[in-house]
Structures are given as C-alpha cells and as structure tokens.
C-alpha cells in the first residue's frame, strides 16, 4: 500500500494541478543539478505563482477546506483581538490596524463589527497576503457581515511605504513560511535536499538521527515589520514552542505537518500544491529576532491566557445574552479555543511595541516570557 493510499483520493482535477506544479518542480531540481534544499521545495509546493498551495484558487481553509483556524471557529476570537487592537488604537489617539495572511476574511470581519460595536474603528483596515485568490473571497466576506465598512478596507500588493501608526496583526502567518530542514551529523547541522525518485519526490539521504527545521527568512521578515511599524503593535498568534521545547532531544523528527482535507500527517513530499505544509514557530528565534530589529518584546503567553485577559469571559456572556438558544456552541467554541489540549496552551500570542509603552491589556496576567 502506498502512502498516499491512506488519504482520501484527490480529483482528477486536482491531480491534474498538482502534477502541474510537480512538473515545476522537477523542472527545477533538474535546473539545480538534482536537487533542490527542503526549503526551496516548500517555497515551491505552497507559494509557486499560479500553482502553490496558497496561491491557487482551491478552498483550503475551513469546515469544506483542510485545515481550520481560530478565526473560522469562533467570532470570540476575533473579538477578543478586537480589544487589544482597541487599547492599542485608544492609547495613540486613532490609527490604522495591517492584517497579514488574512484568510477568508473572517477574522477582519468579526473584528471591524467589534471595533464599531466599542467605538474604535480604525482608521483604515488594511490586508497584505500572499496569496492574491483569496482577494475576492475576502472582499465577499466583508460585504456579507459589513458591508458598511468595507469602503475602510484596502488591500495591499506589498507592505505600505510609508509606516503606519497602529497594530499589525498576523494569525498563523509565521507557521506557513517555508523553512530548511536539517539532519545532525556529528552535531553539524546537514541542510536536507530533496530530488526524484521515478515520478515521486525523496529527500537526499543523510546519515543522521535528529531532524528538525528552522525559518531562515524570520531575521529580515521581522525587520521588514519593525520598518512597516511607525507606532504601536505587532500581535503574531501561532503554535510553536520556546526554543528549549522546539530542539528537546525527544522531538527528533521535527514539527513538519501537513494537512489534507482535515487528515494530519507528516509527509511533505506527496501531493505538491494540494496540501498545506507547515512547521511549528520557534517563539524564542521571534523574540530574538524581533529584538535584533529594533522591537520591544511586549508580552508572550498563551492563546488561553491572552484571550482570558482580553475579555473572553465578557464577550461569551454577551453573545450568549444575546441568543441563550446558542449556548451549546458558545461554549463548545469557548473549550476549543482555551482548553490547554486543544488550542489554549499549543497556540500562544506574542506581541512587540515600537514607539508605545503601556502594558498590553492581553498580557496582564500569566506571562511566559521566562520560558523563551
Ligand atoms: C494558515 S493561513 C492562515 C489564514 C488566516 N490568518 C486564518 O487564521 O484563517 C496562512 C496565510 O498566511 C499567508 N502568508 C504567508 N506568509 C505571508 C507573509 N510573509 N505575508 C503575508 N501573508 C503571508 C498565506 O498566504 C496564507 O494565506
């Protein structure tokens, strides 16, 4: 049996895509002399113009997609952001908020409806992502759930130019850039290749038994955000450990996954551009360097403890004041997002200041910075 036979059958269709791309990136490998590093494969399999995983028009995110997010599963999430953002914004007298990677256009929604709800629209509402398709379902988003507020909205095809004043936002943005895979070989670090098999993909053989991964382009993405920064916040939500957790010597095959059609597994190399490919963040190499780039480290915890300390509690009871027949689901998502064995204790917040010292209200309580 074939690995692949343990997953549901793509369509013809699909397979007809992903052979496409696969044929890029063979295209490639040959052009490189047999291989290509992990890293450049994954750039390929998720971000390859036309093609990649984020870039091509299939439905990834949500209940009919592979994977689903905070956002997708509860307005409290968003909401709870929401607060943060409002302090931030209050504290600088207006501003704008930059979401990154924004997805279905969920969360942008259920955030401006908060932010008009507690009187604190920003400004502008601006969305940079990678993935230019995702455009129109955004836009349809905002103009089911508020369509009065959409003229706030802009979409951006690089980061501004000129910094803004205000918060950047990423919700699982830092899990979904490509990183270098490594095996230890007499305690070096051995960059891994990957080059073909017949009509598949393999990973050149090292002779090693510690794998795990690293994100080589965090260095200058965090600088590129302290520069995008005039004034106020960044807010980066994400699964990850501290570096110590990340590297223990038990994870000895890394935090590679993959996600197909809600099914989990480990195998980046099968179904390029049909599945999503991710690693868990390193929050230590974030903080670190967010720091080498100018930033403050303002506040590091869980995802449980981050929205415990934006107003959770408040925002479930009003929502279930204001339709007691949907309690059952409230607090089924209320469990999903905070209990520590779904997303409360995996996901955590980071949150860095530039120009703007007061406590975050987010991070009040139960800080993790001492574990980084
Ligand atoms: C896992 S999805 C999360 C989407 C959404 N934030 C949510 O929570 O549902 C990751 C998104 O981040 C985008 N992305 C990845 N790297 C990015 C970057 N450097 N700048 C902006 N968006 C990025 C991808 O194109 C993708 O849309």
């Not at 990649?52 to 909401?79: C, H, M, N, W």
């Not at 909205?153 to 850039?177: F, H, K, Q, S, Y």
Request: aromatic share 8%.
């Amino acid at each position: 049996m074939r690995f692949t036979d343990t997953l549901p059958t793509p369509s013809a269709e699909a397979l007809a895509h992903s052979e496409q791309l696969a044929q890029r990136i063979r295209a490639a490998i040959e052009h490189h002399g047999g291989s290509i590093s992990f890293h450049d494969f994954m750039q390929m399999a998720l971000y390859e113009p036309g093609l990649g995983y984020y870039v091509a028009g299939l439905r990834k995110i949500g209940q009919a997609g592979d994977f689903i997010t905070a956002p997708e599963i509860s307005p409290l999430f968003s909401q709870c952001l929401a607060n943060q953002c409002a302090q931030v914004l209050t504290e600088l007298g207006g501003g704008d908020i930059l979401e990154l990677g924004a997805g279905s256009g969920i969360m942008a929604a259920d955030m401006l409806a908060h932010l008009e709800n507690i009187g604190c629209l920003p400004d502008h509402y601006l969305i940079l992502d990678l993935s230019p398709e995702l455009r129109d379902r955004q836009r349809q988003t905002l103009q089911q759930h508020v369509p009065h507020l959409l003229e706030r909205v802009e979409w951006l095809d690089r980061l501004p130019a000129t910094p803004l004043r205000g918060v950047i936002v990423g919700n699982e943005v830092l899990d979904a850039m490509p990183v270098e895979l490594f095996t230890l070989v007499d305690g070096e670090k051995v960059i891994r290749h990957v080059t073909t098999q017949d009509q598949d993909f393999a990973l050149v053989a090292v002779e090693g038994d510690y794998t795990s991964e690293f994100n080589p382009a965090l260095p200058a993405w965090m600088r590129s955000m302290a520069d995008t920064l005039a004034a106020g916040v960044l807010l980066l939500i994400d699964y990850g450990y501290e570096h110590a957790d990340y590297y223990r010597p038990e994870r000895t095959e890394g935090t590679l996954l993959c996600h197909y059609q809600h099914r989990v597994h480990a195998n980046p190399l099968i179904y390029p551009g049909l599945q999503d490919i991710t690693a868990s963040v390193d929050f230590t190499a974030v903080a670190n360097t967010g720091l080498d780039a100018g930033l403050e480290l303002a506040g590091y915890t869980t995802q449980a403890m981050f929205l415990a300390n934006s107003g959770l509690e408040t925002l479930f009871i009003q929502a279930l004041e204001a339709n007691p027949a949907n309690q059952y689901k409230l607090a089924q998502q209320v469990r999903t997002l905070s209990l520590p064995a779904e997303m409360g204790e995996r996901f955590k917040v980071m949150a860095f200041s530039k120009g703007f010292t007061p406590t975050l209200d987010g991070f009040r309580l139960a800080s993790r910075q001492h574990y980084l």
